[in-house]
């Protein structure tokens, strides 16, 4: 069985991911997938530049920041590298910000979503990051609101930072041993 992990930005995807690895349960990270594929594929690089104009990340950053139609244009040419790469990576565990926006659901027989209150949401990107709070809400903007993702889920993992994750993970194994 394939699963996803998914979670809009500063929801804590990735400390849920680390709670796994301590299980043995090693989870493919669709952004590190991609910044690896953008820094060692020739073809990749040069679709960008011949879109974006330049491989830097405050560039690549600007040009997704300034419209729909520049996000979907790139996210044609990074996410099919991503989806093969996944699919010849033999993981089973998949963790993607983006699993419903660029088709990654499909690739997976479960998704969990990780959620976490707004408000804790943009405290950790900011402190994380070292952004200022418009800069957080805009990258925020750019996903799907978390409730959507949270319904279209198969099962939900609550970092609030109050909820016990550990727990949360034992009843998320118990409920896809069951879903077999």
């Known amino acids: 069985m394939k699963i996803g992990i998914t979670g809009g930005i500063g929801s804590g995807k990735s400390y ?3 709670r796994l690895a301590l299980r043995g349960i090693s989870v493919y990270d669709c ?3 991609a910044k690896r594929l953008i820094r ?5 690089q040069q679709q960008i530049v011949s879109l974006v104009g ?3 990340k405050s560039e690549m950053s600007r040009f997704l920041l300034a419209g729909e139609a520049n996000q979907q244009a790139l996210n044609a040419i990074i996410h099919p590298a991503v989806f093969e790469d996944f699919n ?3 993981l089973q565990w998949m963790e993607s910000a ?6 990654a659901f499909r ?4 998704v969990i979503a990780v959620t976490a209150p707004e408000d804790v949401r943009i405290q950790r990107v900011m402190k994380r990051d070292g952004i200022s709070k418009e800069k957080v809400l805009q990258w925020m903007q750019r996903q799907w609101p978390q409730d959507e993702v949270r319904q279209r889920a198969d099962f939900e993992i609550i970092n609030d930072g109050i909820a016990d994750i550990d727990s949360q993970i034992d009843k998320l194994i118990h409920f896809l041993e069951t879903s077999k």
């Open 16 to 18: 849920v991911c680390k």
């Open 31 to 33: 952004d590190d997938a």
């Open 40 to 44: 060692t594929s020739p073809k990749l």
């Open 54 to 56: 330049s491989l830097e």
């Open 88 to 90: 010849s990576s033999g």
């Open 98 to 103: 983006i699993m419903y926006e660029s088709g």
């Open 107 to 110: 690739l997976v027989d479960k």
